[in-house]
C-alpha cells in the first residue's frame, strides 16, 4: 500500500530583491533586477502513511510553512514530486481541498458572527457533505466532547480556547483523509491544551485521519506524534520515532534543583560557571543538562554546593523539549 503523502527530493526557491535604505533606494528598487535566490526548502523526502499523526518541527524559519502550502497545493515546488492521495496538490487544488482539512495559524475558517452551528451547516454545503455522514460527524462530536453549549454561541463571543476547539471540528467535518495542524494548542491554558490534545487523538482513531502537526510545544508532541520529522534551514535533520531519537541521547540526564531567590538569576549565574553545559529554569526548578559520557552527576552537585545551598533535587532522563533545542543547536549526526 503505497503512502497517502509522497515527497521525493522536493526543493522550494524564492527569488528576493535584494533592496536599498532611505527613499532613493525604494525608487532605484523599483527598476532593479538585483535579486537573490533563498531557498526555503532544500531537497526533502519523506512518506507519510494513512492514519499517522506526524510532528514536523523545526525553528522559525525552518521551512515548515513552505513545505506544508505546498502539500496543500498553494504553492508549486521549485523541482521535485509531491504526492497526496495519489494526486498533484498545485494541479488538482479543489480535488486536493476537498480531502484535506486545516487549522492554520490561528486563521479560523468560522463565520465570526454567526453561531457555530451555521458555520456547520455552511460548511456541509461547501463540501457537500451528505445528511447522513452530517449526523454521524455530529454524534461523533458529541459523543467525544460537550459541544451543545457552543453550537448556538456566535464565534465572536467565544474564548480562545473554543474557538480553536470549534475550529479543528470544523477541520474534520467532511471527513478529510489528511488534517494539518498549525501550532492548534498555542495560547491555551494546561486544562484546554489536554481536551485538544484527547480531541485529536480521538478522531484520529476513529476516522484513520492523517494528521501533520506544527508545534513549538513539546507536550503536543510527546501527546500525539507517533513520528517527527525535524527541519532547519529547509534541510531535513530527523525522520523517525521520538524513541529512536532519545537513543541517540541515551547517556543525558537533566539534574534539577531548587534553591532560594530569584531561579532565572541563579540559572544565569550557573551557566557562567558551567559554560558547557544547558542551564534553564522554570518557576520551581533550574534544569541542568548533563551528558554523563562526558561529566559525573556527583561532580556537577559537589561543584554546585560549594557556592549554592540546595533544598531539594531530582533526576530526569532528558526530555522531548531538551533534545529537539539541542538539534535545533547542533544537528543530528
Not at 532613493?24 to 532544500?42: E, H, M, P, Q, T
Not at 490534545?197 to 506524534?225: F, Q, S, Y
Not at 529547509?234 to 532519545?246: F, P, R, S, T, V
Not at 550557573?270 to 522554570?282: G, H, T, Y
Amino acid at each position: 500500500m503505497s503512502a497517502i503523502i509522497q515527497i521525493k527530493n522536493v526543493t522550494k526557491e524564492f527569488k528576493v530583491l535584494n533592496r536599498r535604505e532611505g527613499l532613493k533606494g525604494s525608487l532605484k528598487d523599483l527598476f532593479s533586477r538585483d535579486y537573490k535566490i533563498v531557498r526555503a526548502v532544500d531537497n526533502i523526502s519523506m512518506n507519510i502513511e494513512q492514519g499517522e499523526i506526524v510532528g514536523y518541527l523545526g525553528p522559525n524559519g525552518a521551512g515548515k510553512s513552505t513545505t506544508i502550502k505546498m502539500m496543500t497545493g498553494v504553492l508549486e515546488p521549485t523541482s521535485g514530486e509531491i504526492l497526496v492521495s495519489g494526486n498533484i496538490p498545485y494541479q488538482n487544488r479543489a480535488k486536493n481541498a476537498q480531502e484535506i482539512g486545516v487549522v492554520f495559524g490561528q486563521r479560523s475558517q468560522l463565520w465570526w458572527a454567526l453561531p457555530l452551528i451555521e458555520s456547520f451547516k455552511l460548511l456541509k454545503d461547501i463540501y457537500q457533505i451528505s445528511d447522513s455522514d452530517y449526523e454521524s460527524m455530529m454524534h461523533l462530536y458529541r459523543s467525544l466532547v460537550d459541544i451543545e453549549p457552543l453550537l448556538h454561541k456566535p464565534v465572536r463571543q467565544m474564548s480562545l480556547g473554543q474557538r480553536t476547539l470549534s475550529d479543528i471540528l470544523a477541520a474534520f467535518l467532511h471527513n478529510p483523509k489528511i488534517v494539518f495542524l498549525d501550532e492548534p494548542t498555542i495560547g491555551l491554558d494546561v486544562s484546554m491544551k489536554s481536551k485538544i490534545r484527547i480531541l485529536i487523538n480521538a478522531l484520529n482513531k476513529e476516522k484513520n485521519t492523517t494528521v501533520i502537526l506544527t508545534t513549538h510545544d513539546m507536550g503536543d508532541v510527546d501527546a500525539l506524534c507517533q513520528r517527527i520529522v525535524i527541519i532547519d534551514k529547509g534541510k531535513m535533520l530527523y525522520n523517525n520515532d521520538i524513541e529512536h531519537l532519545k537513543g541517540f541521547f541515551g547517556s543525558y540526564r537533566t539534574l534539577k534543583i531548587r534553591i532560594d531567590g530569584d531561579l532565572k538569576q541563579q540559572a544565569e549565574v550557573i551557566q557562567k560557571s558551567l559554560p558547557e553545559f544547558s542551564v534553564s529554569a522554570d518557576e520551581e526548578w533550574i534544569s541542568i543538562l548533563v551528558d554523563e559520557e562526558k561529566s559525573k552527576i556527583m561532580e556537577v552537585l559537589h561543584q554546585l554546593q560549594k557556592s549554592h545551598e540546595m533544598r531539594d533535587m531530582q533526576l530526569q532522563e532528558i526530555s522531548t523539549e531538551e533534545i529537539i533545542k539541542k538539534i535545533y543547536e547542533e544537528g543530528v549526526e
